[in-house]
């Protein structure tokens, strides 16, 4: 049977996090259509909540589709968790936070709170680690096997649980690699700008980035935090802005300039000229563009329109002092 697209709406018990249509499977839609059905059950208001096949509504919303193919089940909660766990049994490309809230939404479906669940995962894991099995192990293997990972996965994502719970909902889902996530979660500094930056956002007291939600916004900022303690290492930073593209190439370009000699006095004082007008400019703009407004972030653009002014300054007091012999 087929029902209007407007009358579906996600499982919010999927272990997947889908916030974007798939490019290619919407161009398959748009070609052909929906062509396996969706499966639902009825909400008892004439909506029907989706429990396999999201990347396809997804993609027909995109594609613009008015109606889709569904098949309706009768399920309780319980029986609508199962099956959205197992139909990622076959998908093992699950990022880690997925994973993990996939089974600590798991253990609450089996009467755990939230706090009981999370200590579960972390003796279990424990006892795991210290090769040994008890009740609890034997409660993680049961919720960890329709997600398609073994038990022992969950030693290396337990660690993930000192990030704020409402921190792991925003960043699940986005691809973000283990080792930066496990990054994230052993530094106290990390975690508490995390959360400081998330709870800012949603109470409106700062706001978020251009056309971007809080959950994207805080996913930002996490990589940028990342990569500002990546920059503590010999290696050069890389413009990310189109500011910062601007002001790399016009260091670069004066760079040239000095090796093959001093630069053009006229050319300096036109440098010197348009730093003095720009720069604030250039600092206030760079700041709107993702990542974030930083001013850990801002430091190589800074370092870099000093350096241009430096060697522009420079060029123009040797001019005057050739002149004056």
Same mark, same amino acid.
């Given at each position: ?85 197992? %139909?990622?049994?076959?998908? @093992?490309? #699950?990022? !880690?936070? $997925?994973? &993990? ?5 798991? +253990?609450? *479906? ?94 409106? %007291?700062?706001?978020?980035? @251009?056309? #971007?939600? !809080?959950? $994207?916004? &805080? ?5 940028? +935090?990342? *990569? ?94 050739? %002149?004056?012999?």
């Amino acid at each position: 049977m087929k029902i209007p697209i407007d009358l579906l709406v996600p499982n919010p018990s999927n272990p997947r996090v889908v916030t974007k249509p798939d490019l290619a499977l919407v161009a398959s839609v748009r070609a052909h259509g929906i062509i396996e059905p969706l499966v639902v059950r009825p909400l008892g208001d004439g909506r029907y909540e989706i429990l396999a096949g999201e990347r396809r509504y997804r993609a027909a919303l995109e594609a613009g589709l008015t109606e889709v193919p569904v098949v309706v089940w009768e399920a309780d909660d319980q029986e609508a968790f199962a099956l959205a766990m197992a %139909e990622n049994t076959v998908r @093992r490309d #699950l990022d !880690p936070l $997925e994973v &993990l809230e996939g089974v600590l939404e798991g +253990l609450r *479906r089996r009467g755990f709170s939230p706090e009981e669940a999370e200590e579960l995962v972390r003796r279990a894991t424990n006892t795991l680690r210290n090769r040994k099995k008890g009740g609890e192990t034997q409660i993680l293997e049961q919720v960890v096997a329709p997600l398609g990972v073994s038990p022992y996965t969950l030693i290396n994502y337990s660690p993930l649980l000192k990030l704020p719970a409402e921190v792991r909902a925003a960043l699940k889902g986005r691809g973000i690699p283990l080792k930066n996530l496990l990054k994230a979660a052993r530094s106290p500094e990390i975690v508490r700008k995390l959360q400081e930056r998330l709870e800012a956002w949603r109470k409106g %007291e700062a706001p978020a980035l @251009r056309n #971007l939600s !809080p959950e $994207e916004s &805080l996913a930002a900022l996490f990589g940028a +935090l990342i *990569r500002q303690g990546e920059k503590q290492k010999p290696r050069k930073p890389k413009p990310m802005t189109d500011v910062e593209r601007l002001v790399w190439g016009l260091d670069e370009l004066v760079r040239r300039m000095e090796a093959r000699g001093a630069l053009p006095k006229r050319f300096a004082e036109l440098l010197l000229t348009a730093l003095d007008e720009a720069e604030e400019w250039l600092l206030e703009e760079n700041a709107r563009e993702p990542p974030v407004p930083d001013e850990g972030l801002m430091r190589p653009l800074r370092e870099k329109l000093t350096r241009i002014r430096k060697a522009a300054r420079r060029a123009v007091e040797d001019e005057i002092e050739n %002149e004056e012999e």
